[in-house]
């Protein structure tokens, strides 16, 4: 069976095809450049780029797959959450689609496909229950998964989310956008204690917009004392990525042992982080834990994961959508 996925929920444009689980193409047309002097996502540009380039990504994903759009079984699309008028573009095409091809279409949460993700390619079996750990740009939030129509919130950022922070960090700093990335490239195992910063702890939820208020006090004491150079800046975010990591791997593991759920499945753009993928396998190695991470080429966002939920959705447990589905921005 073949799947379309569909993903336009911030500021990539994806398409991708999917044969049951396996990923045969993924394509992904990304506005971050035309972000980037804005140092984050401007809504109305990210808009207009999914407009231009929905159609091209659409078909080189059908190139790429060497199949034309008659083969396509089932469309599944991104409906929440994200930016409305991004949702709408992967929504509407999703839909004119399913009418033209007379082929059902399923909407999917974003970000139960981003914890979708490790399953891919049948890398792992699914088995259910399991915790979720999804860490993004605007989400960072823990789940009890008991099935993918099943799903309770656990524990959730109350402010900021991780990469948010990671971004604005970075933007202040001037050391590009976004963020994670570079971070991650500058981030120093010596410096990581250099300053002690802590991140805001409530049961299972988590606060970044403190950790982030810090940075922006030591930037400018920094700056008084002329010391605000780039080694300096390596010292802090270092100290600031190593807090903020630890604090959401720590929670991490007493929602574990909360709930005596052993496996987690972790997706979202900062799982792309060198430091927490490797956190996250020495638990493993230590504890048996078993972390499902996401793979790297399916930690940002991408329209595979979106068809390969949708594909499970439809498949294991019947779900489809007609017309009047409506995307939803949270
Ligand atoms: P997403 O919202 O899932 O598209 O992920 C984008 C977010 O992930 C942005 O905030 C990025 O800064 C962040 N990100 C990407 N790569 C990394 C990385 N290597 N380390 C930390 N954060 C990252
Ligand atoms: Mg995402």
Do not use: W
């Not at 996925?5 to 971050?32: P, Y």
């Not at 917009?209 to 930037?219: E, Q």
């Amino acid at each position: 069976m073949y799947t379309l996925g569909i993903e336009t929920s911030c500021d990539e444009t994806s398409c991708a095809i999917t044969k049951n689980c396996k990923v045969v193409s993924n394509i992904t047309i990304s506005s971050l450049k035309e972000h980037k002097k804005y140092g984050g996502i401007v809504p109305e540009i990210a808009t207009r780029a999914h407009l231009q380039n929905i159609n091209i990504v659409f078909n080189l994903a059908l190139k790429s797959a060497d199949i034309t759009k008659e083969k396509i079984d089932l469309i599944s699309v991104t409906n929440s959450p994200g930016l409305i008028g991004s949702l709408v573009v992967g929504v509407n095409f999703a839909k004119a689609l399913s009418l033209a091809l007379k082929k059902p279409f399923i909407g999917v949460n974003h970000l139960h496909s981003h914890f979708f993700a490790p399953y891919l390619d049948y890398k792992r079996k699914i088995k259910f229950p399991f915790l979720s750990l999804v860490v993004s740009g605007g989400h960072t939030e823990i789940y009890l998964v008991k099935n993918f129509n099943d799903i309770k919130i656990l524990g959730k950022t109350r402010d900021d989310a991780c990469g948010e922070v990671f971004d604005k960090i970075a933007k202040a700093y001037h050391l590009g956008y976004p963020g994670g990335p570079v971070i991650d490239k500058l981030f120093n195992d010596a410096y990581k204690k250099e300053f002690s910063f802590k991140c805001g702890k409530i049961g299972l939820d988590l606060s970044f917009s403190g950790i982030k208020t810090a940075l922006m006090y030591k930037k400018i004491q920094m700056e008084k004392n002329g010391r605000f150079d780039l080694k300096m800046k390596t010292k802090l975010v270092s100290s600031f990525q190593y807090a903020a990591l630890e604090t959401i791997v720590l929670t991490t593991l007493e929602a574990v042992k909360k709930f005596k759920i052993y496996r987690v499945a972790c997706g979202g753009g900062v799982l792309a982080n060198r430091y927490l993928r490797c956190r996250l396998l020495e638990i493993e190695k230590k504890t048996g834990i078993s972390f499902l991470i996401s793979p790297k080429k399916y930690t940002g966002d991408n329209a595979a994961m979106v068809a390969g939920l949708g594909f499970y959705l439809y498949n294991n447990l019947g779900i489809k959508h007609n017309l009047k589905m409506k995307p939803e921005a949270n």
